[in-house]
């Protein structure tokens, strides 16, 4: 839930935030948190295939730069040892 309310506090698309939320329930293993965020992920235009290829993003042709800024701070709040917390690169992608 940290990082729901995290996110919407970002100036991102909203396809962009649940592909972020996305990743972090990956990232925490949280099964619920992938259940609850794929439906509303699809529903703010996220395709299946980024869906789909989410684990491997770094080596999918399938993100553009912005969405892997975006994808690097939630992995960036993970190292940095809170796993709700999103920032970082995320902070910047949100001013472009």
Known sequence: MAAEETTKNLSLPEALRELVKMRVSQINGCA???????PAARQAGVSQQKL???AAWRESPAFDDRERAALAGAHASRDAGNPHRISGPVSRV???
Not at 32 to 38: G, P
Request: with cysteine.
């Open 94 to 96: 949100d001013s472009t």
């Open 52 to 54: 789909d290829v989410l």
């Open 32 to 38: 619920f948190c992938l259940d609850l965020h794929a």
